[in-house]
């Protein structure tokens, strides 16, 4: 093995030009790969994130009428909790429709109870706020920006709006948020459950159950929605965010495809050109296997030689190819923003499909040599000596 190694090796410096060459080649198909990989990786979570990212991903509420409200919603949300490792925030909601009209001006509103300890890093109002604080009393609520601006409220108002019933009812604006989406800023009005629920007189009730989950679980929303479904009874329904979202899901699955239909072709070209290149330089070097097996080596010897070489160059250029393709990445991250100034992609480098892709990269790199390898195994000694 070690003396295969060493020829191996002294073949790859004996033509120093042509091995790095090849070994660029592959550097540069592995940095394409890998730059595309990340690229497309970081799109897909950046568009979840905006989209899906602080919502609810999965959703409970009664199956006939979404707006019902139910009870027993601690020891459901219990249950999940000790279940369902997945779920990272979990919180019981109450949304009471309302209406605000001031003069001859109206505006339709969604009053949100929610616990914020449980649901902080769903919608994350805190965050959001621009003015005043978090609600700390029954009668106080946040109020989105697009209500605030139409009505020119500020922190310390009393808010009086109507039921759908036409009951009227006030609250004091303690904070304004910019919740990020133009409709949210113009209708939400948000305050704690316990307080809604008082308010609407709905004590220990929720109309929905909402769910975040950690990242790494977001693709697999459906398959915990219907767990969770065979745990509750049957008027209560559970949907997911791969449900409400089917063409998110599929701008996502063609990305994902055609960046995994690049990087295929990229590989099977990586390959033929080892394989070509290395298949002539058996050619070259036929006076060397034949003299080498002629001084006995056998032909696995031989074989090992090419195969040798190319797990060389596979090695070289996956890793010279692995800090370009990084490189390259964090310089497009950093460099190309929005006309906002923000970066156009997160510059996330994720490790294990960076290894992934140099492992697959040496490993073709190792079985394109094996068909050069199968070109030493059909040369006669004798035959390559006497023709020179």
């Known amino acids: 093995m070690g003396i295969n190694l060493k020829i191996a090796s002294r073949f790859l410096k004996s033509n120093k030009a042509q091995t790095i060459l090849i070994a660029l080649g592959i550097a540069l198909g592995v940095t394409v790969q890998i730059f595309l990989g990340l690229l497309i990786k970081n799109l897909n979570n950046d568009q979840i994130n905006q989209i899906v990212g602080n919502t609810s991903q999965i959703t409970i509420n009664n199956k006939e009428n979404s707006s019902k409200t139910f009870g027993n919603y601690d020891s459901i949300i219990n249950n999940i909790k000790a279940n369902h490792k997945q779920i990272s925030e979990i919180t019981g909601v109450l949304d009471t429709p309302g ?100 308010l609407f007189n709905e004590q220990g009730k929720v109309n929905s159950i909402e769910m975040k989950l950690y990242n790494k679980d977001i693709f697999s929303a459906d398959t915990i929605a219907k767990s969770i479904q065979g745990t509750l009874n049957s008027s209560l329904q559970v949907t997911n965010w791969k449900e409400t979202n089917p063409s998110l899901l599929n701008a996502l699955s063609g990305q994902s495809s055609s960046s995994m239909t690049i990087q295929v072709f990229i590989i099977i070209s990586v390959a033929m050109s080892i394989a070509g290149v290395l298949a002539v330089s058996v050619m070259q070097k036929s006076k060397q296997i034949g003299i080498l ?16 070489q190319g797990g060389i160059l596979g090695v070289i250029g996956s890793i010279v190819g692995g800090i370009l393709g990084v490189g390259l990445f964090e310089v497009f991250s950093h460099a190309i923003k929005t006309p906002s100034g923000a970066p156009i992609v997160t510059g996330h480098i994720y490790v294990s499909y960076l290894i992934i892709s140099i492992v697959i990269a040496i490993v073709v790199a190792i079985l394109a040599a094996v068909f050069a390898a199968s070109k030493s195994l059909k040369l006669d000694p004798m035959e390559v000596i006497r023709n020179n």
């Open 99 to 198: 209406l605000i009209t001031k003069g001859e001006a109206s505006t339709s509103i969604l009053v949100r109870g929610m616990d914020f300890g449980n649901g902080a890093n769903i919608y994350d109002v805190q965050k959001d706020l621009v003015k005043g604080t978090m609600p700390e009393a029954k009668d106080q609520v946040v109020i989105g920006e697009g209500i605030a601006k139409k009505y020119d409220y500020k922190v310390g108002q009393k808010i009086t709006f109507s039921e759908a019933n036409m009951q009227k009812k006030t609250v004091v604006v303690s904070g304004i948020a910019n919740f990020n989406v133009a409709q949210l800023n113009n209708s939400w009005v948000v305050t704690k459950l316990n307080y809604a629920q008082d």
């Open 293 to 308: 097996k002629a001084m006995g080596i056998k032909n696995s010897g031989a074989a090992s030689i090419f195969i040798y």
